[in-house]
């Protein structure tokens, strides 16, 4: 079975242009996430998709970032304009929702991640 | 704001247990402690994760405290492959009943021959 796959695994970009990342989750997935590591920080969470509905995006930096999961499938996270501070690793992960002794789990497994600078 | 506290860096000899500790004394009674390592250049890999109780599987065990405030993920016979950076994370309940990640920054393990 295929894992979360991540396109492109590199992008350099000048500042002000814009950038679409993909991330094609674990089929039969519903639940897709997207986090991100800037330079010296932790990963951190961005957004949470079920099926094609955002649950919870309390984690996006602001409004120069949207992400679309149109069809419940794929997804895109776009930066538009792209800044400096934007520059990191993008990671996508995707679970699917389980229930163990009556607690749900979600075990998400993760891409291997977009690299993008910007500069 | 990360809910957990590890050592950066930790060596272990090959063929050795080991041990790699995490705090997390603000976790809440429903959220779940999860272990994954990041090999270089790939995603967050999945160990293992738990509530109260210690858990097992084929790569790891994970004992947590009883009061569940701090917990060890415990690598048997480490091998060479097994350096990486291991992260402990509290999953936490979100919006709309979802559940996020909360990374902290991590423990380097370095395996040594």
């Known amino acids: 079975e295929a894992g979360v796959t991540q396109f492109p695994s590199h992008s350099v970009i000048e500042k002000g242009q814009t950038v679409t990342l993909r991330c094609d989750p674990i089929?039969?997935?519903?639940?897709l996430y997207w986090y991100r590591r800037v330079m010296g920080k932790e990963i951190k969470f961005l957004l949470h998709?079920?099926?094609?509905?955002?649950?919870?995006e309390s984690g996006m930096p602001n409004n120069r970032f949207l992400a679309e999961r149109t069809g419940g499938t794929y997804s895109t996270l776009k930066v538009q304009p792209a800044e400096l501070e934007d520059s990191g690793v993008y990671f996508c992960?995707?679970?699917?929702?389980?229930?163990?002794?009556?607690?749900?789990?979600?075990?998400?497994?993760f891409g291997p991640g977009t690299r993008l600078t910007v500069l | 704001d990360a809910k957990t506290t590890q050592p950066p860096s930790m060596d272990c000899a090959e063929g050795r247990a080991a041990n790699l500790p995490c705090n997390h004394s603000t976790i809440s009674g429903n959220e779940y402690v999860y272990w994954y390592r990041q090999i270089h250049s790939q995603g967050p890999q999945y160990i293992i994760h738990?509530?109260?109780n210690n858990e097992t599987n084929e790569m790891a065990s994970l004992i947590i405290t009883e009061d569940r405030k701090s917990s060890t993920l415990i690598l048997p016979h480490a091998t060479l492959r097994d350096t990486a950076v291991y992260y402990c994370i509290v999953r936490v309940g979100g919006t709309s009943g979802t559940y996020k990640y909360i990374f902290g920054t991590g423990t380097r393990l370095k395996v040594l021959a």
């Open positions: 089929s039969g997935h519903d639940n």
């Open positions: 992960a995707s679970s699917q929702d389980g229930f163990l002794w009556g607690t749900r789990t979600d075990t998400q497994y």
């Open positions: 998709f079920v099926k094609e509905s955002k649950q919870d």
């Open positions: 738990g509530l109260k």
